[in-house]
């Protein structure tokens, strides 16, 4: 242990909770507890959050949950989400800078609500005099460019749903994304800079587009005024309808509540990704409100949160929840380490940013570069978010003491694609932070831990299970596009009674394990089912599977989660050939490359293990649990259940020989 560590854990021994600091108490947009009495007026609490937007139309019910699982919420209500999160803001704030992008190269902009309203109404002429109609879903495949969420806000203005696919998703992913949602219009971008190279991002198009089952007009935006790769004569550049469109004004689209805002897809448990599909109205409330209470952002801050638009995080925390605020958020293009490994700080003092956000995996990554980069850069945040993963309480504290000055209030929030918003965090001006726990529920939210057999565990026993929430919020997901089935069967089934009308027997399963001490406050235990958390991401081990099994060298395979120090979960991919085929480099480097086709590099695994059998269970169920025990170097457990034991004990020797 270095000096640094020993300090550490004696800190963190000594002092379980740390109190907001007085100062960040006496301005917080939320200070007075009776916030949760008024919340606990359920549902109408939550018109406290609906009431910080501009409605065309006034709701007449807050929630209908006369169909569970499918609620509605501000039934009647109608709004624009566009209009929204720039139009209102005009007056007051349109010469202020709305987004505050930096390009990877070092370029700025500065972009005002005036200029973003400018931008947004031609992109949405641009995409209606295209064919884009009112509830099409448009499927966007683009980094972290200011185009990015210009797109998104002219969808919104529109009427057409988005689904935006992370910039690093391979062709495979968008091909399948597009198909499924079958968008006739996709978007995208000719490039973009990553660690000093200008990556080509178009071909991952033209690659997809062999593979979609019909024929969408591809609209392509350019990272310079000209494109700097082949652009194919089929499509669109952007920059031409803009320039025929220049000045357009177009009406925002008056959308009931619940007409979807967005298709966001994310790993389950099987094979196909998710559509999870978005409301306006609550989603949007549910944004602004978490933004304004957890967030603490007002409109003179300047707001940065470093995840990546392709994800939910991006959704709720860089463009939606701050923009319907009328704050600047900062987006920025490019690495945390390029040119160094203190670009993020350079970022946080030249924009004099008040509030930060970013990952657990984020922080151990600066924990592990040191304090010398940090030195020197005169930066002051007033709060910090941590969301996506657990967050050691080491790793805690070092954020806390390094990146805060220990002046700074944390928040652990925890929540998912499908529940669009915080949902387990503390009000950082009325709880205690205790590092490591994601801490109480968010107003009006009423999480619960149940046992395997459905049952709850008594509340505030420090006994682990299954995270459940038992009532609605506007936030949560409407469906799984297209297939309400599947909605069913992923997040409620397992612990609701599916035959009653009655919403109360209706239970949300997030997928989670989680522990709540007798403070109140919840430790999140990690995903109980198939999917896995890296770095932050998402990655469903069917998913990987059904890539590596393109392979034709490949008999079988089974992914199994590894703990890592940085990342937090890395995949090994266990693998039987088929008859006659050897193990070597070639089949190695051919599944990776598989996986990388199939889903994208951030998915490449940590290791590819040949093995000759796998673990199987009597009725031929491969257990991958026992793997995972194995990849950790932990003991296998219980193996009275497999078929053939000592097909993991050979495993097991085969990892750990040495
Ligand atoms: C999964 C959701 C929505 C945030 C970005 C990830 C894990 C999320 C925390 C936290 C511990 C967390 C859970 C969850 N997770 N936040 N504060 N502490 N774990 O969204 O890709 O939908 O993943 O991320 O396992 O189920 P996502």
């Known amino acids: 242990m270095s000096d640094q560590d020993i300090e550490l854990e004696a800190r963190l021994t000594e002092q379980e909770y740390f109190e907001p600091p007085e100062e960040f108490v006496e301005q917080a947009n939320v200070s007075d507890p009776a916030v949760y009495d008024r919340f606990d007026e359920f549902p109408e609490g939550f018109e406290e959050y609906a009431e910080m937007l501009d409605w065309n139309e006034e709701w007449d019910t807050v929630l209908d949950d006369s169909n569970p699982p499918f609620y509605e919420w501000f039934v009647g209500g109608e709004l624009n989400a566009s209009a929204n999160c720039i139009d209102r803001h005009l007056d007051d704030r349109g010469d202020e800078t709305a987004i505050l992008w930096e390009g990877e190269e070092g370029e700025t902009r500065h972009i005002s609500y005036r200029e973003l309203h400018e931008e947004v109404n031609e992109m949405a002429a641009a995409l209606r005099a295209s064919g884009v109609e009112e509830d099409e879903v448009v499927t966007i495949h683009m980094p972290m460019v200011p185009a990015l969420p210009v797109t998104m806000l002219a969808c919104a203005r529109i009427g057409a749903p988005h689904s935006v696919v992370f910039a690093g998703f391979s062709a495979t992913a968008l091909s399948d994304r597009v198909n499924s949602a079958d968008s006739d219009h996709v978007v995208t971008i000719d490039g973009y800079y990553r660690r000093g190279d200008f990556l080509n991002h178009i071909e991952k198009a033209d690659e997809a587009m062999g593979n979609v089952d019909h024929d969408p007009e591809v609209l392509v935006w350019t990272r310079h005024d000209e494109p700097e790769v082949d652009v194919s004569d089929d499509y669109t550049l952007v920059a031409d309808l803009l320039a025929e469109h220049e000045g357009e004004e177009v009406e925002p689209v008056s959308r009931d509540a619940e007409d979807p805002l967005f298709l966001m897809y994310t790993s389950g448990t099987t094979g196909q990704p998710k559509g999870c599909q978005h409301r306006t109205g609550g989603y949007l409330a549910y944004a602004a409100g978490t933004c304004n209470y957890v967030e603490d952002i007002k409109p003179e801050d300047t707001y940065w949160c470093s995840a990546d638009i392709g994800w939910i995080t991006g959704h709720t925390y860089i463009v939606y929840g701050p923009l319907a605020l009328g704050t600047t958020t900062v987006m920025y293009e490019g690495a945390p380490d390029y040119p160094d490994k203190s670009r993020t700080w350079e970022i946080a003092e030249a924009y004099d940013v008040d509030i930060f956000h970013t990952s657990p995996t984020a922080v151990r990554q600066f924990m592990k570069w040191g304090t010398e980069h940090i030195e020197g850069h005169d930066f002051d945040f007033r709060h910090m978010t941590t969301v996506g993963e657990p967050i050691q309480p080491e790793a805690w504290l070092w954020y806390y003491q390094h990146i805060g000055g220990e002046d700074a209030v944390i928040v652990d929030t925890w929540w998912q694609t499908e529940t669009g918003g915080h949902l387990i965090t503390n009000l950082p001006a009325i709880q205690d932070m205790k590092p490591g726990s994601a801490g109480v529920a968010a107003p009006g939210i009423e999480p619960a831990i149940y046992d395997d057999d459905g049952e709850p565990v008594d509340a505030e026993t420090g006994q682990a299970g299954n995270l459940v929430i038992e009532r609605p919020w506007p936030g949560m997901l409407q469906t799984v596009y297209g297939d309400d089935e599947r909605f069913i069967a992923e997040y409620w089934e397992r612990f609701s009674d599916t035959d009653s009308n009655d919403s109360e027997d209706w239970v949300y399963e997030a997928g989670d394990g989680a522990v709540q001490a007798t403070d109140g ?68 480097q051919e599944i990776v490359e598989s996986i990388e086709e199939g889903i994208g590099k951030f998915a490449r695994p940590n290791e590819v293990i040949f093995v000759d059998d796998l673990p199987k269970t009597r009725s031929g169920k491969i257990m991958r649990r026992l793997l995972e025990n194995i990849s950790n170097g932990e003991d296998l457990g219980n193996t009275t259940t497999l078929r053939d034991p000592s097909v993991a004990e050979r495993i097991r020797d085969q990892i750990h020989a040495d």
């Open 521 to 588: 406050y919840y430790r999140i235990l990690g995903r109980l089912d198939d999917v896995m958390n890296v770095a932050g991401h998402r990655l469903g081990t069917m998913e990987i599977e059904s890539a590596v099994s393109e392979v034709d060298a490949v008999a079988e395979s089974a992914v199994a989660s590894r703990e890592d120090a940085e990342k937090g979960e890395v995949p090994d991919v266990y693998v039987t050939l088929r008859e006659g085929v050897e193990e070597s480099e070639e089949v190695r």
